[in-house]
């Protein structure tokens, strides 16, 4: 999350999307302390690096800050490589998962989890404090509301179109022009192996609004994406 008041922007790091990228470059623009994550938050530090727009708008209504006079921006990315990111991450990291390989217990597979989770509320799951987890599997409508179920972005930045979308953002910031860097990137993934014709089903009823600002394909009629 950024948040720049001599400039009047305020972007807001969607967990799985390439926010890093987009973070480290307007990261010399901060105007406001970001607490290192959602445990660490104080009263006088309330924000966090993934907090959703909901959040920052009740604490702009706290402070008494105009949330109207602000830019807000957000990446997007196609839900289809979002949630394989999103589970191969938390294959990675989640300690009671990494136990039960230990012990010679299988982790959920991702048809079972992407079942389980939800576009919204619990979104991919986890703890309280892994607000990367949750709002990772959270639709682009439901992260885009403020605290009062309204619209709160005024720019969507696509991933996989990064670059041609950033132009016009960068250029009203001063930022010049360029190429952004790409900061944690991995390899690409043929999404076909991971989706059944039942689960694209499910994604693009849980996702339209994702896809109809997208324009993503189903994986079967996809390219190899990164994630």
Not at 1 to 20: A, L, W
Request: aromatic share 12%; charged share 25%; net charge positive.
């Amino acid at each position: 999350m950024i948040i720049c008041h001599s400039r009047k922007f305020i972007f807001f790091s969607n967990p799985k999307t390439g926010s890093e990228t987009l973070r480290a470059c307007l990261a010399p623009l901060a105007e406001v302390d970001i607490a290192p994550n959602w445990r660490s938050r104080t009263a006088a530090t309330p924000f966090y690096p993934h907090m959703s727009p909901a959040e920052a708008h009740a604490e702009f209504r706290r402070r008494g800050w105009d949330w109207n006079e602000y830019e807000r921006i957000t990446c997007l990315r196609d839900p289809y490589a979002r949630l394989v990111s999103l589970y191969r991450m938390i294959v990675a990291v989640d300690g009671i998962w990494r136990r039960a390989r230990r012990l010679g217990l299988p982790n959920p597979s991702f048809a079972r989890w992407l079942r389980w989770s939800r576009p919204d509320g619990r979104g991919g799951g986890g703890r309280a404090y892994q607000r990367w987890r949750r709002y990772g599997a959270w639709s682009g409508r439901t992260w885009c509301r403020d605290s009062n179920g309204r619209m709160a972005i005024d720019t969507l930045l696509r991933l996989e179109n990064i670059d041609a979308d950033f132009q016009p953002l960068a250029r009203r910031l001063g930022l010049g022009s360029g190429p952004l860097p790409v900061v944690n990137s991995r390899p690409p993934v043929n999404l076909s192996g991971w989706y059944t014709p039942a689960l694209s089903r499910l994604v693009a009823s849980r996702y339209a609004w994702d896809l109809a600002h997208y324009g993503a394909t189903e994986p079967c009629a996809s390219s190899s994406r990164g994630l």
